[in-house]
C-alpha cells in the first residue's frame, strides 16, 4: 500500500481546501457568471443550437458551490452547507429570472428539440450524474480543475435551468417540471459522489468507520429515491419503442398498394389510455379500406385499445418543369426533361420534388433567379395541414439557399386541445398550435377569432370563465406571433349533455381558431359539436 500512502500524501490539503470555499460562494463575479452562461444556454435551446448550448456548459458557475456542498457534507460542515446552499438559491432564482425574461421578449418560439431533449430524465442520466461527480470529486481534490469542464458538458447542469424558465415562461408545467428534476438530479448526485470521493482521499470529517456507513447509507437512500421516478421513465420510453416497431411493422406489412411508402409515424402513449397511432402514407392511389382494415391488426399486435389516425397522401398528376432563369407554372409529370444537359438548380429542385413531394398541386412557380419557390396544393389534398408543414421544413434543410413555401388547401385548422379541469395543453396541443400559425402565416391571414371550449362542470363554477381563459391563452399566443387575435367562449352549449355522451367530453376541452378574411366574418373553421358562437347567437 505504500503506492497509495504516497498517492494521498501528494494531495495539496490546504490549497485544495482554499480553492474550494473560493469557488463555491456568493460573489459578483458567480452572479456574473450565472447570468450570462443562462442566457447563452436559453438562447442555444431556443435557437436548437448544440454548438451555443456547449458554450454556456463550458462556463459552469454552479459547479463551485456543488462541489463546495459535497466537501460540506463530507466534512459535516455546516457553515460550508449554509454558504453552498445561498450560492445556490441565488444562482438557481438568477437563471430562472433570466431565462423567463429572454422568453418573454423574444418572439414566440414553439419547444425546440434541445428543450424538449432535457424535460423527460431518465435513469441513465442519473449515472452519467454519479460518474461525473467522480471525476470532479477527482479533479478537486488533485487540483485538476480543466477536467471540471467536462464533468460541466456531461452533466449540463445549466441548460435543464434555461429548460425550466422556458417552460415557466411559457406557462407549461411538463417543461417546468421535467427539466428542473433533471438539475435536481444531477445537483445532488454530484455533490453526493463529491462527498464520496472527498472522504475516500481524507478530506472529511471521519471519527468512527460507523459514521462513514451512515454517510454511505444516507447517500445511497438519496440516490435510490431518485432513481424510482427515473426508472420509471427509462421504461416508458424502452416500451414506446418497441411499440413504435410493432405499429410500423404493422402498419408496412398491411398496407397493399404497391409503391406505398410510410413517410411519417407518431405513437403516443398514456397510462390508462389508448395507445394513440398517427400515420402519413404516400400512395398512387387512395385506399378506403386502410383504416378499418389496420385498426384491428394494431389492436391485436398491441394487445391495447388503439386510437388510429391515417393520411393517406396521393401522389399528384402535375409537378412543374422548371427553366432557368424565369418563372414557370406547372407541366403534367411525364414531361421529361431533356437528355444529357446540365441540370439548373430549379431543374434540380423539381426533381427532387417529383420524387419526395408528390402532392396534388393547383398551381407552382419557380423563380431560379430570386431562389423562390411556391407551392399550392389542391383542395383533392386528402393528408393534414401538418404533414405540410413537415414536408417544407425538409424541403427548405435540403435547399437552405431557396426560399421555398407550400400553402395548403382552405380547411379547418386542428383543434387545440386542454388537459381536463385546467387551461394547460394536451401533449398535441403545442404542435397543433404550431401548425395552425403556419398555416395562418401560408394563409397570409392577420385576423382570427378564438373560440373556447370546456365539458360541462368540468371546473365547477368556474368552468364558464375557464373555457374563456383557454380561448384568450391560445389569443394573446397568436398575438405574439403577430396576429390580431379575439378571444371569445361558449358554454353551454345547445344540448351539450346529450352531444358529450355521443361525442366524449373530451371534443369539448379544446380551442379552435377561425381565420377572419377581410371583409367577412370567421371562416375555415367549426365550432365545437352543436355549439354556436356569440355573433351567431346574437342573429
Keep these: 500500500m505504500f503506492w497509495w500512502r504516497r498517492h494521498m500524501r501528494d494531495l495539496e490539503r490546504d490549497a485544495t481546501n482554499e480553492q474550494v470555499n473560493e469557488d463555491g460562494g456568493l460573489s459578483y463575479a458567480y452572479a456574473f457568471l450565472v447570468v450570462t452562461s443562462c442566457g447563452i444556454a436559453t438562447l442555444g435551446l431556443m435557437l436548437n443550437s448544440a454548438a451555443v448550448i456547449i458554450g454556456a456548459m463550458l462556463v459552469a458557475p454552479l459547479m463551485g458551490p456543488i462541489v463546495l456542498l459535497g466537501f460540506a457534507i463530507a466534512e459535516t460542515d455546516v457553515e460550508k452547507a449554509i454558504r453552498s446552499a445561498k450560492a445556490l438559491a441565488v444562482g438557481v432564482a438568477a437563471a430562472l429570472t433570466i431565462?423567463?425574461?429572454?422568453?418573454?421578449?423574444?418572439?414566440?418560439?414553439?419547444?425546440?428539440?434541445?428543450?424538449?431533449?432535457?424535460?423527460?430524465?431518465?435513469?441513465?442520466?442519473?449515472?452519467?450524474?454519479?460518474?461525473?461527480?467522480?471525476?470532479?470529486?477527482?479533479?478537486?481534490?488533485?487540483?485538476?480543475?480543466?477536467?471540471?469542464?467536462?464533468?460541466?458538458?456531461?452533466?449540463?447542469?445549466?441548460?435543464?435551468?434555461?429548460?425550466?424558465?422556458?417552460?415557466?415562461?411559457?406557462?407549461?408545467l411538463n417543461i417546468f417540471q421535467g427539466a428542473f428534476f433533471l438539475f435536481l438530479t444531477n445537483m445532488l448526485a454530484i455533490a453526493l459522489t463529491v462527498a464520496g470521493m472527498a472522504t475516500w482521499y481524507g478530506f472529511g470529517n471521519l471519527r468512527t468507520p460507523k459514521h462513514l456507513i451512515w454517510e454511505t447509507v444516507l447517500a445511497a437512500m438519496i440516490l435510490v429515491v431518485l432513481s424510482i421516478p427515473l426508472v420509471r421513465t427509462l421504461n416508458e420510453s424502452v416500451a414506446k419503442t418497441m411499440t413504435v416497431n410493432e405499429v410500423e411493422s404493422v402498419l408496412r406489412q398491411g398496407f397493399k398498394i404497391e409503391g406505398a411508402s410510410l413517410d411519417k409515424l407518431n405513437v403516443q402513449m398514456v397510462e390508462g389510455k389508448p395507445v394513440q397511432v398517427s400515420a402519413v402514407v404516400f400512395t398512387r392511389e387512395f385506399d378506403k379500406g386502410a383504416h378499418d382494415r389496420l385498426l384491428p391488426q394494431l389492436r391485436e399486435r398491441l394487445g391495447r385499445p388503439v386510437e388510429f389516425s391515417l393520411d393517406q397522401v396521393v401522389l399528384g398528376d402535375s409537378l412543374l418543369l422548371a427553366g432557368a432563369g424565369k418563372s414557370v407554372i406547372a407541366n403534367p409529370v411525364g414531361q421529361n426533361l431533356q437528355p444529357n444537359l446540365p441540370l439548373s438548380d430549379a431543374q434540380l429542385l423539381v426533381r427532387h420534388l417529383r420524387e419526395v413531394l408528390p402532392l396534388p398541386l393547383t398551381l407552382s412557380e419557380i423563380n431560379a433567379n430570386a431562389k423562390v419557390a411556391k407551392l399550392q396544393v389542391a383542395p383533392a389534398y386528402v393528408g393534414s395541414l401538418d404533414t405540410l408543414r413537415q414536408m417544407e421544413a425538409s424541403l427548405q434543410n435540403r435547399y437552405p439557399a431557396w426560399q421555398i413555401a407550400i400553402i395548403p388547401p382552405m380547411r379547418s385548422l386542428p383543434e387545440i386541445r386542454f388537459q381536463y379541469g385546467s387551461t394547460e395543453l394536451t401533449e398535441g396541443g403545442q404542435p397543433a398550435l404550431q401548425t395552425s400559425l403556419w398555416t395562418l402565416k401560408r394563409w397570409q391571414v392577420s385576423s382570427v377569432r378564438v373560440t373556447g371550449g370546456a365539458s360541462l362542470q368540468e371546473n365547477g363554477r368556474k368552468t364558464s370563465s375557464m373555457a374563456r381563459q383557454r380561448a384568450e391563452l391560445i389569443a394573446s399566443q397568436l398575438r405574439a406571433a403577430g396576429l390580431v387575435a379575439e378571444a371569445a367562449s361558449v358554454y353551454p352549449a345547445a344540448e351539450q349533455k346529450a352531444l358529450e355522451k355521443e361525442q366524449g367530453i373530451a371534443a369539448w376541452r379544446v380551442a379552435r381558431i377561425q381565420p377572419i378574411l377581410e371583409g367577412m366574418e370567421a371562416v375555415g373553421g367549426r365550432d365545437a359539436p352543436g355549439v354556436t358562437t356569440d355573433t351567431q347567437r346574437n342573429q
Design 99 to 172: 431565462s423567463v425574461i429572454i422568453v418573454k421578449l423574444s418572439p414566440y418560439i414553439p419547444p425546440t428539440p434541445e428543450i424538449l431533449a432535457r424535460t423527460n430524465p431518465n435513469l441513465f442520466d442519473l449515472l452519467v450524474a454519479v460518474l461525473s461527480g467522480m471525476v470532479a470529486g477527482y479533479a478537486v481534490t488533485h487540483r485538476k480543475i480543466g477536467t471540471v469542464a467536462g464533468v460541466a458538458i456531461a452533466t449540463a447542469l445549466m441548460p435543464p435551468l434555461a429548460a425550466s424558465g422556458y417552460g415557466l415562461a411559457m406557462g407549461d
